[in-house]
């Protein structure tokens, strides 16, 4: 029994594979010590208040002060405290940012031409920004008229480096006199330069194209320190 609780432990353990760990109180950090064999120390970090959110960043200073003596068990421990650094490293990396929809049309009688009223409907692509990249999805919906089939569904996701990238330009681009009559509303163009992909084009309402094009030359330039660190 005692050993079939410590196997339900340690299932219990890899099943929530790290997720989240920035919201694990002391104890329960404590017990993911104990699962990787320094129960020992549990005790010591609850002490000390060690969190989730804090853990990540203790080094080796921060265990000689907390009482860790054995240079073999601060490596041990360091290699624990690692696992949970990769893990916050993926998690801030795959962190969405902002995320939007691409604006199709004018207005609402520009959508109503170009849809027939709804009956032949356009898929817009979506935009996800990321720590390290920008996600462009483009959907092919297989339909019948207005009506969704159920198979025959096609995309693709462009997943730009922004490492890669070098410049990023707004353009307002505004509706067309005729559709100014109608109520049409001025669009912003957000044109992402790569490398060696061209330019990719984020259309958005207008105010939300200067804003977005912050926030990805904000990331850009992060991740242009990075690697040239």
């Known amino acids: 029994n005692k050993q079939q609780t410590t196997n339900n432990k340690k299932t219990k353990m890899s099943e929530y594979n790290l997720m989240g760990f920035d919201q694990w109180t002391a104890n329960e950090l404590a017990d993911y010590l104990t699962n990787k064999g320094l129960g020992e120390y549990s005790e010591m970090f609850q002490q000390n208040n060690i969190t989730g959110e804090v853990a990540p960043r203790l080094t080796d200073n921060d265990l000689k002060e907390m009482g860790v003596l054995k240079i073999g068990d601060r490596h041990r421990l360091m290699q624990a405290l690692e696992t949970v650094k990769r893990a916050k490293n993926l998690q801030t990396r795959e962190a969405i940012i902002w995320e939007g929809t691409e604006v199709l049309y004018f207005s609402c009688f520009d ?20 720590s390290h990249h920008l996600e462009i999805k483009n959907v092919d919906q297989c339909r019948v008229g207005p009506v969704q089939c159920c198979c025959g569904h096609t995309y693709e996701i462009d997943n730009v480096n922004l490492s890669k990238v070098q410049d990023v330009d707004v353009q307002g681009v505004p509706p067309s006199c005729f559709h100014q009559c109608c109520l049409g509303t001025t669009q912003e163009h957000v044109h992402v330069q790569t490398v060696s992909e061209g330019v990719k084009t984020l259309k958005l309402k207008k105010d939300d194209g200067q804003l977005v094009a912050r926030k990805i030359k904000n990331q850009v330039e992060t991740m242009q320190r990075m690697e040239r660190s």
Not at 113 to 130: F, I, N, Q
């Open 111 to 130: 959508w109503a031409c170009s849809t027939m009223c709804g009956c032949c409907p356009a898929d817009p692509s979506t935009y996800k920004l990321r």
